[in-house]
């Protein structure tokens, strides 16, 4: 069974550039999940793709978008970014059903924005 | 609005030396408490999910209890490879798939 995975590990970009982080969900699994997670904070939810649409999103702005694929892996797109975006950047896959559900996170991507 | 408090921010223990951390929460419907480990600059473990109060999970040296407003995470006996920081979340049946975490709660074990 293969885990979640992201690539790529590191970035570095520069104050109003664009960014695409990519997560392959883990084997089974149809639900795609974000979360931004500042240094000694816990994650943040940003948003949940099924079935290749948002299935719920927390508190980000518009520039924070994504895509969910017929394998079910995903991007996280982030525009005009900002210094306080540099974050490590967490997927995490699930199966979406009635019972509440673990979800399993993939390594993340360290975002810094100078 | 749903909100989970950990405590302490972080935890110092010698080797054997058994202690618990606390998770406070506010939900809307629990659809399940989670924990996680987190070693630096790696993605959180997924540990135990609790959904309903008097549940109990173990995993080796680790135990998980809940309650209707809070949950334990016991360590008995820890070892340094224990070290970590412990994150704690929650689902509630307002926000379905989306998960609300605590900061943390960081934890050192000493040889």
């Known amino acids: 069974e293969t885990g979640v995975t992201q690539s790529p590990t590191h970035l570095i970009k520069t104050r109003g550039q664009q960014v695409t982080l990519r997560c392959s969900s883990q084997s089974g699994h149809n639900t795609v999940s974000w979360y931004q997670q500042a240094l000694g904070q816990g994650p943040q939810f940003i948003f949940q793709y099924y079935r290749e649409e948002e299935n719920g999103r927390g508190n980000f702005p518009p520039r924070f978008s994504g895509l969910q694929f017929p394998n079910y892996s995903s991007e996280l797109n982030v525009n005009a970014l900002e210094l306080d975006d540099s974050a490590l950047y967490l997927c995490a896959s699930s199966s979406l059903g009635v019972s509440s559900y673990e979800q399993y996170f993939g390594p993340g991507t360290r975002l810094t924005v100078t | 609005e749903d909100q989970v408090t950990q405590s302490p921010e972080a935890l110092r223990l010698q080797e054997g030396e058994s202690s618990s951390l606390n998770c406070s929460y506010t939900?809307?419907?629990?659809?399940?408490l989670f924990w996680y480990r987190q070693d630096p600059g790696k993605g959180p473990e997924f540990l135990f999910t609790l959904y309903s109060a008097g549940e109990e999970k173990e995993k080796e040296r680790l135990k998980a209890t809940l309650t209707k407003k809070e949950s334990f995470l016991h360590i008995t006996a820890p070892k340094p490879e224990d070290s970590a920081t412990y994150l704690c979340?929650?689902?509630?049946?307002?926000?379905?798939?989306?998960?609300?975490f605590g900061q943390g709660t960081t934890l050192q074990v000493k040889p």
């Open positions: 939900v809307s419907g629990l659809r399940g």
């Open positions: 979340a929650v689902e509630g049946s307002s926000n379905t798939g989306k998960l609300i």
